[in-house]
Each structure stands twice: as structure tokens, then as C-alpha cells.
């Protein structure tokens, strides 16, 4: 999962990508990169890190230019070792591109192996990034002839990647001298908003994977880029847009609105607050045909993301709400650490327990979702030595019981803690005195409540259905596979699950 944002502005946009990628680093820990075009010329600044501290004052200084792009990332194909894997991508023919990229390839071994042999592309890095960059290069190249740019021919190389690629993916790229592109694959797993303001000098464009870096730095959002739509901005700030895939259908992926986003962003006209909401109410529901609310005395919340879910749930079935964990904000989010013995370190690191609000108490815990199991079971554990009588535990998802492919880099199903156990196996694997899942049904429904529209979702970690199709067994053997030689190598992905 990355975050990434595209400024077509009329002054200097240096500032408003880093603000905004600041807004954007929830979505990844790993590296951050901006680049920004001036004089016919791509500068650029990247690294591993968190925002503030890849970014010193001689390096924004070196970012000249009224337009650019900006990405914070977390790896979901490749090493996470090399900063050449960090974004923003650049090729310089045609024309010089500039490229950021959120989701996942699920075709990218095929594709760079044609890019190799038929197109004559070299790829420098294992990232998947890199092979999408380098197939819209290349359609580019063919759609232009040769010649000059221009909207239809645009419309044309993405139209042309739609038929290549394979997975999910949310586009920014910038065409030296032409302007801005931006596109989202056909199923729209992965989000991307448009934002707009009005300046002396002209209307600005902004386009990033949420809404809250539109917001927060001043811009209206004017919609989402629909999937399998692009849309072009050109030097003169003037938009356009086409859709140019065959069959697009919205399918977003539902762990966004789990898990990763940030409850003050809109995805696909969704307030991610009140799907959390709503996830509470039918959370509430199950929690009351599986657990005695009698034996209940307080809900409490497993900070953040599950805030929401839990003050509902409280709300609904007429139980106290305390907050009993105190979180540590200067400590990363558990799901960036690389390596199971640190992600356990930190999460004690990360949370603190008020003994007072546990001591003698059956206490109802809620997170958003329960992966590995590790982080639950240390919760479980650290409520119990806080005094704690009994504890239940809920969770605001479904058991994920498979991989994700399209930009959430989870464990093999072997690492999952509900893959073979059922749900009371779980809760005893996790320390519980009991345990109650959201049902798929009404995670679904609760955010379809706020966009009717939502026919679908993109729900593989839940039930195993891959929207693109062409997801086997096989590829997942092979996912496993290439996770078990990394761990071997000591190349433990600092892309780890949530929990």
C-alpha cells in the first residue's frame, strides 16, 4: 500500500507535495520521494524514510517547478532494501516520464519478460512499479508515433495498458513538456480522488489516493477518478477525460475502508468514518447473538482505527466505553515493522494499559481486523495483567483466511491465524474467553449503506474470490514460495500485514 499525489499548480509545489504526502504516511513508512518538472527539466529527491526526515531544507530547495508528483511508500513487490525501488520512477524516453504508483501488478514476471524481448525495454529493479512505468512508456511511444502528443493519443497508451496489465493500480504520471496523467485500473481496487482550486493565477489541480491530502492543504475534492477512466491536464491547467477500459466496474478493495484509510477521507463518495460507524452497528449485532452481554462491564477500543466500530458497538447494545489503551504515537504502525520479534517488541512499544480501567473488569476488546494474531494476542495478554477478569475479543472484519494480491503485502495463508481454525480455535489462540467476527455480508453492507451504487467489492482476503481472474492456486504456491526465499535471505519485507 502507498500513498501518492500529483500537483498541476501555478506556483511553486514543493511545499503543497510534501505537506500532502505528510497527510498521505499512514499509507507507508518505508520511503518517500517527490520529483517536480521546471525549465524542461525532472528534479527529483528520494529516500527511505518517513517524510520529515527524507526531506531536509537544501533538499526542497532542490525541487523547483509549479508542477510534480510525490509518493510515500510501503513495498509490496521486490526488495525493500534498495532506494532505487523507491518512487517517483523516471524514463526519459519518450518525451521523459515521471511515474508513481499504488496497488500491485499480478502479471508483472509476464510483462517484464515482454517488455524485454518485444518491446525492447530494460528493467533495472524488481519492482512491479517499474514494469507498469515502462509499459505506458511504451504505449506512449506507439500511440504517438513517433510525433508529438496530443489528448486522443494519451487516452489511447492508457487504453492500452488497461489490455496489458493485470491487478490493481492507481497512476500519476508527468510527460515532460505535455502535462499530467492520471488513471485507475478497471475494477478500481485502488483509490484516486481529483481536487481543485481557485487561484489569481488559475485553477490548480491536485490528485491523490485520499481526500484528506486534498483537504488538508486547501483544495475541494471534485470527485474520484473513475476506474478505468484517465484524465490528462495540460500545461495550461486545462483537463480532460475518457474512459478507456472495455468493461470497467467499481470494486474497491474493502481493507481500505477496514483499516488503511483515514476515517476523515471520502472514498468512492463513502465517508470512511461512517462506513467505521456503520461497522459497529452490524459488529453490535453478532456481538449480541454470540456473547452474553451480561458478562460484559466495558468496550474498549484497540487505537485507532477501530475508535469508530467500538463507540458504536457500545452505543448499541447499551455497554461503557472506555478507552484502556494508550497509544504511543511515535512508534510506527505495527503492520510497516519487518520481521515478526520487532513487530511483537512493538506493540508494547506502541500501546500502554490504564490498569485501573481493566482491574476486575470483563472488558470487550475491538480491533479492525485480526491477521497474524500476534498484536491480538499481546493485547489479550496485556489486559489481562492489567487486571483484567475476562476478555472478549470482536473483530470490525471477517477472518482473512487468504492473501492479498492487489497492494496489501499479507502473509502466505500459512501465516494467517485463522487459515484452518474456526473461530473458537482462534479466540483460543489469541487468549480469549471468546471471540466474534464481523460477518463478509454485513462489512459489505455497511459501506454500500452510504453509496448505494457499490455493486461489489474486492473482498479476497475474506473469501478468496480475485476480481481480475487470474488468480490460482498455483500463483499463490508461487507467492509463498518467493516469501519463504526472502525471509531465508534475511529479507524480510518491511511491508508486514495489519492486524
Not at 484509510?261 to 454470540?290: C, F, Q, T, W
Request: charged share 20%; aromatic share 8%.
Amino acid at each position: 500500500m502507498c500513498g501518492i499525489v500529483g500537483v498541476a499548480g501555478r506556483s511553486p509545489v514543493n511545499q503543497l507535495i510534501y505537506d500532502s504526502l505528510l497527510l498521505l504516511q499512514h499509507r507507508g513508512q518505508d520511503a518517500a520521494g517527490i520529483s517536480t518538472s521546471h525549465d524542461q527539466f525532472f528534479n527529483m529527491h528520494k529516500a527511505h524514510g518517513l517524510v520529515r526526515d527524507v526531506f531536509r531544507t537544501r533538499n526542497m530547495r532542490s525541487l523547483p517547478g509549479n508542477s510534480g508528483l510525490g509518493q510515500v511508500r510501503y513495498p509490496t513487490a521486490g526488495s525493500s532494501d534498495s532506494v532505487d525501488e523507491a518512487q517517483p520512477f523516471y524514463v526519459n524516453a519518450p518525451f521523459g516520464i515521471t511515474f508513481v504508483h499504488n496497488g500491485n501488478l499480478t502479471n508483472w514476471r509476464e510483462l517484464r519478460e515482454a517488455l524485454f524481448r518485444v518491446d525492447r525495454r530494460h528493467i533495472n529493479t524488481n519492482s512491479d512499479s517499474e514494469v507498469l512505468l515502462n509499459v505506458f512508456a511504451h504505449e506512449v511511444q506507439l500511440a504517438s508515433s513517433g510525433g508529438s502528443l496530443d489528448d486522443d493519443a494519451i487516452f489511447k497508451a492508457v487504453s492500452s495498458v488497461h489490455r496489458r496489465a493485470k491487478g490493481a493500480y492507481a497512476v500519476i504520471a508527468q510527460i515532460a513538456n505535455y502535462g499530467m496523467v492520471a488513471f485507475r485500473d478497471p475494477y478500481g481496487i485502488r483509490p484516486l480522488c481529483l481536487g481543485s482550486v481557485e487561484t489569481e493565477q488559475g485553477t490548480e489541480w491536485m490528485v491523490a489516493s485520499e481526500s484528506v491530502a486534498l483537504t488538508g492543504c486547501g483544495f475541494s475534492l471534485v470527485r474520484d477518478i473513475e476506474p478505468g477512466e484517465a484524465i490528462f491536464i495540460d500545461l495550461d491547467g486545462r483537463l480532460s477525460s475518457r474512459q478507456c477500459a472495455t468493461d470497467p466496474v467499481l470494486t474497491p478493495c474493502v481493507f481500505e475502508y477496514v483499516y488503511f484509510a483515514r476515517p476523515d477521507s471520502v472514498m468512492d463518495g463513502v465517508s470512511i468514518y461512517d462506513a467505521r460507524l456503520n461497522m459497529g452497528e452490524y459488529l453490535a449485532d453478532n456481538v449480541a447473538k454470540s456473547l452474553r452481554l451480561g458478562d460484559i462491564d466495558v468496550v474498549m477500543p484497540i487505537p485507532d482505527s477501530s475508535r469508530p466500530s467500538a463507540m458504536q458497538l457500545a452505543a448499541k447494545l447499551n455497554l461503557g466505553y472506555r478507552e484502556g489503551f494508550i497509544k504511543n504515537r511515535y512508534v510506527g504502525r505495527t503492520f510497516i515493522m519487518p520481521g515478526q520479534a520487532v513487530r511483537k517488541k512493538s506493540v508494547r512499544q506502541k500501546l500502554s494499559a490504564i490498569d485501573m480501567e481493566f482491574r476486575g473488569k470483563n472488558v470487550l476488546l475491538v480491533d479492525d481486523s485480526i491477521v497474524r494474531g500476534t498484536t491480538s494476542r499481546e493485547i489479550v495478554d496485556m489486559a489481562r495483567a492489567a487486571g483484567a477478569n475476562k476478555v472478549y475479543f470482536a473483530s470490525a472484519a471477517p477472518a482473512v483466511r487468504f492473501p492479498n494480491v492487489y497492494g496489501i503485502d499479507m502473509p502466505t495463508q500459512a501465516e494467517l491465524i485463522a487459515y484452518g481454525r474456526d473461530t473458537a480455535q482462534v479466540s483460543r489462540e489469541i487468549g480469549a474467553d471468546g471471540l466474534v467476527y464481523q460477518e463478509l455480508a454485513d462489512l459489505e453492507q455497511s459501506i454500500r449503506d452510504r453509496n448505494a451504487a457499490m455493486a461489489q467489492f474486492e473482498s479476497s482476503c475474506f473469501n478468496g474470490h480475485y476480481v481480475t481472474g487470474d488468480i490460482d492456486a498455483a500463483y499463490l504456491e508461487q507467492l509463498s514460495l518467493t516469501r519463504g526465499v526472502r525471509a531465508a535471505a534475511g529479507e524480510m519485507s518491511t511491508s508486514s500485514s495489519p492486524e
